[in-house]
């Protein structure tokens, strides 16, 4: 057998031999992607609402009724008085307030422009602009509505429809998802290989690998091929758990996520030996990779977008690969994008996965 | 050259950081003929570990050469990797494989084969035969370290460094592995050994006395004894330990250590003193009952606690 080959089953025998860790490669990815999008959760729901109907018409009944159906909402109670509102608001029971004021329906009637006025507790400033977003275009539907009906086109007030698209619902779990499958291949893909490199530094058996003749090289790649393969199961898991709980990739091609996945794997494994060249114990080794991991998912626009960072920061995600992997798989995902349209973030990726392989066989080179 | 040398070291010297004194400095030139046991011994910090490292291509000399079969350990490391055993101080083998796992995996290593070198180990690995499945974490201390021997004896090499095998292991235990490197020796095989027990050291062919990085001397165990040029006495009272230090407070002695149940000491080149004088006067001065002072010839450990402080 070659040494590659034994090497690879002595890997195998070791991390199945452990109790511990097999259950921790299928638990990871599935416990992640399950419970995280769900309690995560950034989508507004339940907005509690409080109309101040100073109009009493039918058209304001018909306008409360339109948005208490429209399924954000829930209308906690109906105040005489502004001012009785936002006590409400202020004791936190309501989380926004429309005021149609009085006067409303005769003035729509006769074709004049009526200003309604919408108050939204931003204290959850996620909830309280999309609470009032939903609020304003369900209005200004209905005022639209109301225009045609009256038979006095018009009159339609200008407005602006936001239409989101390849995310309809604005559903933060499909932001989140592809982001969750990243983290999947950083843990498994990263930290597993480095932390078995580290191991065998501190048991002291890399010594025992240097004293006979197995090549470094063979060594190395048994585990980074290895864990490489886990890598691609813990995606693959989460891969199914997106498609099947979260009806993820309706659109995107497998070729193009598995590509890059890999190409991304190749990265982790050599940051991972870069990582294993400099720490000496397994805590050393932690705690450098957590570091970089928390660089790479908050700052390369995995949880939060990356335009709405600061400039420099912009240009600093420039320089983290998640960035291409992250757009890669939402892209794929989301929009059906194919290589040729993420040409450059692939380019990208492949460059970070080379250059940082060069400098992780550089590193270990020099050691010794 | 000669034929008959395994290992020949001509200076050899390694300093792990500038500022330090180097852990490694040997001036001298030192050979171990095939199939000798050889021992080395030497307070913790002597470069013992530091030496088997450079003999076993783990770390690059500053200075000096080595050559192991002829291999030199620098350019043709790579040859003499797969004729070394070495056994670390520290148990290194994979502790989460079984002890079968491991040992295959050890000759797979080497490209061998378990049964091909099955004789070689079949003395010691007859006692870990009922523990082939367990984990090798989970063994007891010698058990482990008879583990680790057959690992660096199962692809047969032509040297065999063990650093501090016995360290740490029960005296049965000890005296198994030295029966065991008695019998590995008659099959030609070049052992150098380091321990920390002086009794042990009696079993090498030849023994170096190694103390900050240097040997201080190479010599059989017998030939260093009877080069013990000072005369020695062990003394015994009711009180030993102010014994101890009115010992050496006797202006007659020139180093005093305690010694099992005894306190062993060496007279000053000048001085002319005898046990009995030696036993009355502390009696009288001192106060000291019981006294019991008698010459005695020196042990390899007398040497070596004289030859510690040169």
Redesign the interface.
């Known amino acids: 057998?070659s040494?590659f080959g034994?090497l690879f089953i002595?890997e195998a025998?070791?991390f199945f031999?452990?109790p511990f860790m097999p259950v921790v490669l299928v638990l990871l990815p599935v416990l992640l992607m399950l419970l995280v999008p769900l309690a995560a959760n950034m989508e507004v729901r339940d907005v509690s609402l409080s109309i101040v109907d100073l109009d009493r018409s039918s058209l304001s009944a018909r306008l409360s009724d339109r948005i208490s159906r429209s399924g954000y909402f829930v209308l906690k109670s109906v105040e005489d008085t502004y001012g009785k509102a936002m006590d409400q608001l202020s004791r936190g029971n309501v989380d926004i307030i429309l005021e149609i004021p009085a006067g409303t329906e005769r003035a729509v009637s006769r074709g004049e422009s009526v200003e309604i006025f919408i108050a939204a507790n931003a204290v959850n400033s996620t909830k309280g602009m999309m609470g009032g977003g939903y609020l304003s275009s369900i209005v200004s539907d209905f005022s639209s509505e109301m225009a045609a009906s009256g038979g006095n086109p018009a009159s339609v007030p200008l407005r602006i429809t936001p239409q989101y698209r390849f995310n309809p619902h604005l559903e933060y779990k499909l932001f989140m998802v592809p982001a969750l499958m990243i983290v999947v291949i950083i843990l498994v893909g990263g930290f597993f290989p480095t932390m078995s490199i580290v191991t065998e530094k501190e048991?002291?058996?890399i010594?025992?690998?240097?004293?006979?003749?197995?090549r470094k090289r063979d060594f190395i790649l048994s585990k980074v091929i290895f864990y490489g393969i886990l890598g691609v199961f813990a995606f693959t898991l989460s891969y199914l758990i997106a498609h099947f709980v979260y009806g993820l990739a309706p659109h995107g091609g497998l070729l193009e996520i598995y590509v890059s996945a890999m190409i991304f794997l190749v990265f982790m494994g050599g940051f991972g030996l870069i990582i294993s060249n400099y720490s000496d114990t397994l805590l050393q080794s932690v705690f450098l990779m957590l570091f970089f991991v928390l660089i790479f998912m908050l700052m390369s626009g995995i949880f939060t977008p990356v335009s709405s960072m600061e400039t420099w920061s912009q240009y600093f995600t420039y320089i983290l690969p998640t960035r291409y992997f992250v757009n890669i798989l939402r892209s794929v995902c989301l929009k059906g994008s194919t290589f040729a349209d993420l040409a450059f973030d692939y380019i990208m990726l492949s460059v970070f996965a080379v250059v940082i392989n060069i400098i992780a066989v550089v590193t270990y080179r020099k050691q010794? | 050259m000669s034929e008959t040398d395994s290992i020949v070291i001509c200076g050899l010297k390694k300093s792990y950081r500038k500022d330090l004194p180097p852990a490694v400095d040997l001036q001298e030139e030192v050979r171990i003929r095939k199939g000798e046991l050889f021992g080395i011994i030497g307070p913790d910090g002597a470069g013992k570990t530091t030496l088997f490292r450079l003999l076993?291509?783990?770390?690059?000399p500053d200075g000096g050469s080595a050559t192991l079969e002829g291999l030199d350990i620098v350019r043709d490391y790579?040859k003499i990797?797969?004729l070394?055993g070495?056994m670390?101080g520290?148990?290194?083998?994979?502790?989460?494989?079984?002890v079968r796992?491991n040992l295959e995996?050890?000759a797979?290593?080497?490209?061998q084969d378990i049964e091909r070198n099955y004789a070689l180990i079949e003395n010691i690995y007859g006692r870990l035969k009922p523990f082939e499945n367990r984990?090798a974490g989970k063994l007891s201390g010698g058990m482990k370290q008879k583990l680790a021997l057959c690992?660096s004896l199962i692809h047969s090499p032509a040297v065999l460094f063990l650093d501090e095998p016995t360290t740490g292991v029960d005296p049965s235990s000890r005296r198994e592995l030295w029966e065991n490197l008695a019998e590995l020796k008659e099959s030609g095989m070049t052992i150098v050994v380091s321990t920390a027990y002086m009794d042990e050291a009696n079993r090498c062919d030849r023994v170096a006395m190694m103390k900050s990085g240097r040997f201080l001397t190479v010599d059989s165990p017998s030939d260093i004894i009877s080069g013990f040029g000072k005369r020695l006495f062990a003394a015994r009272s009711d009180e030993m330990f102010r014994l101890l230090q009115d010992l050496r407070a006797v202006p007659d002695v020139d180093k005093c250590y305690t010694f099992g149940d005894t306190h062993h000491f060496t007279l000053r080149d000048c001085s002319h003193a005898d046990a009995a004088v030696l036993a009355s006067q502390l009696a009288s001065c001192s106060g000291h009952r019981n006294v019991e002072v008698k010459e005695i010839r020196a042990s390899l450990e007398d040497c070596y606690m004289n030859l510690e402080e040169k």
């Open positions: 057998m040494s034994y002595k025998k070791q031999g452990n048991n002291g058996t010594e025992q690998m240097n004293v006979s003749p197995v010794n | 076993a291509t783990l770390v690059l790579r990797r797969t070394l070495y670390p520290k148990f290194s083998l994979y502790s989460d494989l079984s796992e995996f050890f797979s290593a080497f490209g984990k690992c």
